[in-house]
């Protein structure tokens, strides 16, 4: 096929047409796409850092997802140690009021004692979150970092919170001896300590040993809510922290890439006029053309 030889006019009026159609072809697939940089080609330098600033959103989200977790389990933790404590202040209620009983009366009310502290047990031990319970064992603990380019990591230990061990096990074995010799007192293990009242003597000191060792019990589990609300309000803060942090590496990302709509769609505007009037430049240069062979007929 033999080649068809344009003319200088033509051939740059067509040049120019085809890069305004180029233009309006780009800034078609900004306004769809609402990025001004698609790809590497299109701008490396600001594809890249975008990437890296996603990249990192991205890991921030993992962690912010931990953090979350972390919450949930500490407050799970907390909850329920609240309500040990209360359960706590029953039982030395019920001691005071064995102090002044009849012996009939002390009989049911070491009956109550024990139950109360049997379903303080039972909550303890219902207390887990995804399978980790942080106030039945001190072996237990949890940690969350907070990200992966530093070595900052939360870790927050269990706690015995439980009547037949722990911080207040150790409170019950510091009167041991006290109540061990005082009359009518057999064993302690476990809750059967708690058993004969009936049986106590009506010694004052006897029954203030009892309330002494659930006072420390009640500062032990108050000490232990104090750190699980201080970590609780501690990751709470992390967690707000990273949740702005995502969102600024996002924006960031996105002033390197994304379309200024108001600005393309003025420059589609202005690039569609430009080819019309090329085409109609394209049509006069033919038209022209044509005027010097009409010469020859």
Request: charged share 15%.
């Amino acid at each position: 096929m033999a080649d068809v030889t344009l003319s200088a006019t033509i051939r740059n009026n067509l040049l120019s047409l085809q890069n305004t159609g180029d233009l309006v072809a780009r800034t078609n697939t900004r306004l769809s796409t609402g990025k001004n940089v698609s790809s590497a080609i299109d701008d490396a330098v600001a594809f890249f850092q975008d990437k890296s600033l996603k990249d990192r959103a991205g890991d921030m989200s993992t962690r912010k997802s931990e953090i979350d977790q972390g919450i949930s389990n500490l407050s799970t933790a907390l909850n329920a140690v609240t309500k040990v404590e209360n359960l706590m202040v029953q039982m030395k209620g019920i001691v005071l009021s064995a102090k002044s009983a009849s012996e009939a009366d002390r009989k049911t009310l070491g009956d109550q004692l024990n139950t109360l502290a049997s379903q303080m047990n039972y909550l303890a031990n219902d207390a887990s979150y995804q399978g980790l319970n942080l106030i039945n064992a001190t072996a237990s603990n949890i940690k969350v970092q907070f990200s992966e380019k530093t070595a900052n990591v939360l870790q927050v230990d269990g706690a015995n919170v439980t009547v037949s061990g722990g911080l207040v096990m150790t409170a019950f074995t510091l009167g041991a001896s006290v109540i061990a010799t005082s009359a009518g007192i057999s064993r302690i293990a476990g809750v059967s300590m708690f058993a004969g009242f009936s049986s106590v003597s009506s010694s004052v000191s006897v029954f203030d040993a009892y309330i002494a060792m659930f006072e420390s019990g009640i500062t032990s589990v108050r000490t232990t809510a104090k750190t699980l609300g201080a970590n609780v309000a501690l990751l709470q803060t992390r967690l707000d922290f990273t949740k702005e942090y995502i969102n600024t590496l996002k924006i960031g990302g996105d002033k390197l890439v994304l379309t200024d709509l108001n600005e393309e769609g003025a420059n589609l505007v202005s690039l569609q006029t430009r080819q019309q009037l090329g085409i109609q430049a394209l049509s006069g240069a033919a038209q022209a053309e044509q005027g010097v062979l009409s010469l020859f007929r």
